[in-house]
């Protein structure tokens, strides 16, 4: 290849793989087919955990333990520790209840990324805020096949109250593309994974698809001579990177043809979207974190918003030996036996997210990682999920050194900083041209936190 060869896709019958980044795009330059040539992106992604956290052993004390240590429920952690911050101090005034009364589960999840105090209706009439993910989607819009992409482990909720005269799409959702609209995520990983990979809805694209679910192959299998062609062109690192690749999603396309078997068994071919959704909640998350892994890898998009579950869920997890609802334990009034199920919950929180910036920082990429080049915001707008309060919020950040941050310390905002300075700092980071967002009141130095 002696110029800049701008192909990343790989293209079979009713099949369209893009390619994660290679070496071989202008010796280090991120080539797509809507915006050309590129550096390598820089990316957001924010993930929301419902109920709050049991705060007296998630959140630091900076008298205890200063600017390293972790609490008991964030020692999971600690595998990558110096990929990731806590932030402590962080406000969301808009999710208090403002006169509204009672409903702080569907005001965390309406305010998480709008900043905003949310209208007090279970009818249409309906109104929270534009949120920062699609702040930064229409400042983006364009240079990605999808602008942003909402995924959940849960569906966006309809119509209707769900919590104390609030909307159920106020606790279904945190992604929201204006005032009166959100953003509906996807919580059918075969639907995702088709998204991804469907090179179009034609007659074509259908009938492959209906083929690789009869035949078992796999979308690898359909773009095969593309990839002969490409692998001739590349140096022993790429290959490297493009069989690792390559073997990521045959891993996942075994995970949904486990999950499928039985839809297959009851369902006449062809077909578009199967309703598939892994029984255990922890293989549901971890394939929505994959598969949000590839599209961030191929650069399919650069924004993302992750609900783990709906805001006041009452899901239980009996793979942890939690038998009873979270949002019940949740209220346990001091109860020993519930803040153990309150304790185990969290732990496999933060397990989980320890993984997937794990995962993340063993992709290459550019100079660096993917993890270099993705900014993480995890947490909730409610701290406590016993007190119901949206103080000192459990906030976590991770990668984007790439863009200059540094990890590895407790940071202890002074004050009551609000949540939404951090935001407008990400924005412009981004290269959002916003100002302020929300209740903001300044920003918050990034590279330092």
């Known amino acids: 290849m002696t110029s800049c060869d701008r192909r990343t896709v790989l293209r079979g019958l009713g099949t369209a793989v893009t390619l994660p980044w290679l070496e071989v795009f202008c010796g280090g330059k991120f080539a797509n087919a809507t915006s050309g040539l590129t550096t390598t992106p820089l990316r957001s992604a924010f993930m929301f955990i419902p109920n709050g956290v049991h705060a007296p052993d998630w959140i630091p004390d900076q008298q205890v333990h200063g600017e390293r240590g972790l609490t008991p429920l964030l020692e999971p952690i600690s595998g990558q520790r110096d990929r990731i911050s806590v932030?402590?101090?962080?406000?969301?005034?808009?999710?208090?209840?403002l006169g509204d009364g009672p409903g702080d589960h569907a005001r965390s999840s309406a305010c998480f990324l709008t900043a905003a105090h949310p209208r007090k209706t279970s009818g249409e009439d309906i109104e929270a805020g534009i949120s920062v993910d699609q702040v930064l989607a229409k400042a983006l819009r364009g240079r990605t096949?999808?602008?942003?992409?909402?995924?959940?482990?849960?569906?966006?909720?309809?119509?209707?109250?769900?919590?104390?005269?609030?909307?159920?799409?106020?606790?279904?959702?945190?992604?929201?593309?204006?005032?009166?609209?959100?953003?509906?995520?996807?919580?059918?990983?075969?639907?995702?994974y088709d998204r991804l990979f469907a090179a179009a809805r034609t007659v074509e694209a259908k009938r492959a698809q209906a083929e690789r679910f009869e035949t078992r192959r796999s979308v690898l299998d359909f773009v095969r001579e593309d990839a002969r062609q490409l692998e001739r062109k590349l140096g022993a690192g790429d290959r490297d990177r493009l069989d690792e690749y390559f073997e990521g999603l045959r891993g996942v396309e075994r995970q949904l043809e486990y999950l499928d078997q039985a839809e297959l068994a009851t369902t006449n071919l062809p077909f578009d979207r199967p309703k598939v959704h892994p029984e255990n909640y922890r293989e549901h998350l971890r394939l929505m974190l994959d598969l949000m892994t590839v599209a961030f890898r191929t650069d399919q998009t650069r924004i993302a918003t992750m609900m783990w579950a709906n805001e006041g869920t009452n899901r239980s997890f009996p793979f942890l030996?939690?038998?009873?609802?979270?949002?019940?334990?949740?209220?346990h009034k001091g109860d020993l036996s519930m803040i153990e199920g309150i304790r185990t919950i969290n732990r496999f929180q933060n397990e989980e997210f320890n993984r997937f910036i794990g995962r993340l920082a063993k992709i290459p990429e550019g100079e660096g990682s993917l993890l270099d080049h993705t900014m993480i915001l995890f947490g909730s707008a409610i701290r406590d999920g016993n007190r119901h309060d949206h103080d000192d919020l459990p906030i976590l950040m991770a990668g984007g050194e790439a863009a200059g941050l540094q990890h590895g310390k407790n940071h202890y905002l002074q004050g009551k900083t609000p949540l939404a300075n951090l935001f407008v700092s990400l924005m412009q980071t981004m290269g959002a041209e916003v100002d302020a967002f929300g209740d903001s009141t300044g920003t918050i130095d990034l590279p330092g936190i």
Do not use: Q
């Open 87 to 97: 932030l402590v101090g962080l406000d969301h005034h808009n999710a208090k209840a």
């Open 145 to 192: 096949r999808f602008n942003s992409l909402e995924l959940g482990c849960e569906g966006s909720m309809g119509t209707g109250g769900c919590d104390s005269g609030y909307a159920c799409l106020y606790s279904g959702n945190i992604s929201w593309s204006a005032p009166d609209r959100p953003s509906p995520k996807e919580s059918n990983p075969r639907a995702l």
């Open 321 to 331: 030996g939690v038998k009873e609802g979270h949002h019940h334990l949740s209220h």
